[in-house]
């Protein structure tokens, strides 16, 4: 079955530390995209890529650094930049062209707990 | 900008009862619309879609129709179940923007038994 899957469900970090959450697919899409989720509240894009070995930064970059290594992949890692990161994060992938309507497939989400 | 701004949540409603959730869009151009759904613990899964001017996008007993006139995409479904207890987000994209989405904030239906 094609689909997207991330890695681990559930994650905890201690402050000052680093943690690297995967993403990968197997639908052959060209873009990749982070969002991160907080309670109550709608998502907000930290980086897309729309092709392998480029990406740029969305909404809320500042403390997250991405890869684009290949095709399946896009791992997001919470460096001890970021202030907050405790939080729900999804990963999608999707055709990229110039047309509106072609939809995005979403993650199952990683849940990031900062101790 | 181009934003999303849907009716804020919570939503109750006792099962088979009827449901909107508004959602308006500003955008400088002609966007596609989506409908999104988020269960408990999960990402989010395309509920349905329009992509012009018209369009009624349906799916499981959910519909909403693009209204270009009042720049409204409303879901509504006749007789909700306790099962579409979840999170529903509108959202739109742009054409010549590849497929990036603007997301509303979300609505939570809770249904009763």
């Known amino acids: 079955d094609g689909g997207i899957t991330q890695s681990p469900k559930y994650l905890f970090r201690k402050e000052g530390q680093n943690v690297t959450l995967s993403c990968e697919q197997n639908l052959n899409h060209d873009a990749m995209y982070w969002y991160r989720q907080d309670p109550g509240q709608g998502l907000r894009l930290i980086y897309y890529s729309q092709i392998v070995n480029d990406f740029q930064k969305g909404d809320i970059a500042e403390g997250y650094s991405v890869s684009r290594e290949k095709k399946e992949s896009f791992p997001l890692t919470v460096t001890s930049a970021q202030k907050n990161p405790t939080a729900f994060y999804l990963c999608?992938?999707?055709?990229?062209?110039?047309?509106?309507?072609?939809?995005?497939?979403f993650g199952p989400g990683t849940r990031l707990t900062v101790l | 900008g181009d934003s999303v701004t849907q009716m804020e949540g919570p939503v109750t409603l006792s099962e088979e009862a009827f449901l909107t959730i508004n959602c308006t869009y500003t955008?400088?151009?002609?966007?596609?619309l989506f409908w999104y759904v988020q269960y408990p613990g999960e990402g989010l899964q395309l509920l349905l879609k329009a992509t012009k001017a018209d369009d009624k996008g349906s799916n499981k007993g959910f519909e909403a129709t693009y209204r270009k006139e009042t720049t409204s995409f409303h879901l509504e479904k006749g007789s909700v179940q306790v099962s579409d207890s979840a999170v529903y987000f509108c959202?739109?994209?742009?054409?010549?923007?590849?497929?990036?989405?603007?997301f509303g904030g979300g609505t939570r239906l809770m249904v009763k038994p």
């Open positions: 959202a739109l994209s742009l054409n010549n923007a590849g497929n990036m989405l603007t």
């Open positions: 999608a992938s999707s055709i990229w062209g110039p047309d509106s309507y072609n939809e995005q497939f």
């Open positions: 955008a400088t151009g002609y966007p596609s």
